[in-house]
């Protein structure tokens, strides 16, 4: 029988348990994206709660693209002393800490219309109706170059890896979907070529930070709407990644906010779960490739995700909004307190003032 407490792989990372806090954004950075002392506080906190795996708060690869406020930054060697406090921080409570490297493109609405916001193609990102610049082939090379860049500045920052944001409608996301991109060069068409923008920041990142750093890509399982990426392209794109050396994919959904709504729908086949919102998306995948699978979005109870560990191949379980409620969970949790989760998920958390429980944090 698996144990949520054992120690595991994630390609060379040796984890103390499979609780992973998934990416969130804390906006509280300075306003060009170093950190603050609230956000090492925060980062310190989640270690002392025994969180296995940290991932950061998304990070924008290039200066002039930020889709959120207070979100941190990797675009210049500015950031690797900082962070190397950051990640000497979070060591010294024997977790490990991953960074997450995003371009946000048109999932946004800040500072729209003062800045040039790369898409695949001139199609408005449907929450957002924000309007993206169709990239040139330059353009494209300038951003597959500033996320490889962004990998290695990790490495040299004492990350223990770094995971490449392929979810959440953001760049490459964008570039994956067939309603997105419409691309007519090598970069749209077929799914060889709307992978290859991908496939692309990967290798040359792979380059830069050699063989043994783990790389990790968090994708969406599906857009959950017509036209959108599919669920069995998604699983092509794992198997390619699996192929290229990737070391590990986190499965998420598509629809930010809007999960809990769609608890027992079905889509290409599978249903968003009231626990583990997108689990059965992640264990078919799971059986499809050897390398880790974590899943993310909805667990709340101990008792179910152990049964989850149990029943698939999913090896790790990521947690976002309940670790701002309670960023000692994982430790209550295994020091025997196995009440669910405080978190209600209303999504009060995000403010202008920083993103914190608002509800038991006052």
């Known amino acids: 029988m698996k144990n949520l407490f054992e120690k595991t792989q994630l390609g060379n990372i040796t984890l103390k348990n499979r609780f992973v806090r998934s990416a969130t954004w804390e906006n509280m950075t300075t306003e060009d994206g170093h950190m603050t002392d609230e956000l090492y506080k925060i980062y310190k906190e989640l270690a002392k709660g025994e969180v296995g795996l940290i991932i950061t708060g998304y990070a924008n690869v290039v200066q002039e693209e930020q889709p959120n406020p207070g979100m941190m930054g990797i675009y210049n060697d500015s950031f690797i002393d900082e962070y190397k406090k950051l990640t000497d921080l979070v ?5 490990k800490i991953v960074m997450q490297i995003a371009y946000g493109g048109t999932k946004t609405k800040y500072n729209v219309g003062q800045r040039i916001i790369f898409a695949p193609s001139e199609v408005p990102e449907r929450g957002t109706k924000t309007l993206g610049k169709s990239m040139t082939k330059e353009e494209i090379d300038y951003i597959v170059d500033a996320f490889a860049k962004a990998g290695k500045r990790s490495k040299d920052s004492g990350f223990d890896g770094v995971e490449i944001h392929g979810a959440h409608t953001y760049l490459i996301n964008q570039f994956l979907s067939p309603y997105y991109n419409k691309r007519e060069d090598e970069y749209g068409g077929s799914l060889e070529n709307r992978m290859r923008f991908l496939i692309e920041i990967y290798s040359k990142m792979r380059e830069m930070v050699g063989r043994d750093y783990p790389i990790l890509v968090k994708l969406t399982a599906s857009e959950f709407f017509d036209g959108g990426l599919t669920f069995e392209e998604t699983k092509i794109i794992c198997k390619k990644l699996e192929e290229l050396g990737v070391d590990g994919i986190e499965i998420s959904g598509n629809i930010h906010g809007k999960a809990k709504s769609m608890v027992g ?13 997108f689990f059965e998306y992640g264990n078919i995948i799971s059986n499809e490739v050897d390398i880790p699978i974590i899943t993310v979005g909805g667990l709340t109870n101990i008792n179910n995700i152990e049964k989850i560990l149990n029943e698939t191949n999913i090896d790790f379980f990521a947690i976002s909004r309940p670790l701002l409620t309670e960023p000692n969970l994982i430790k ?21 003032n920083g993103n914190y429980c608002t509800i038991f944090n006052k």
Do not use: L, M
Not at 91 to 95: A, E, I, L, T, V
Not at 265 to 277: L, M, R
Not at 332 to 352: F, L, Y
């Open 91 to 95: 060591h010294k409570y024997d977790s």
């Open 332 to 352: 209550r949790w295994k020091d025997g307190n196995k009440e669910p989760v405080k978190c209600v998920r209303c999504s009060k958390c995000r403010t202008a």
């Open 265 to 277: 729908q079905s889509f290409d086949g599978y249903e968003i779960k009231k626990e583990g919102y």
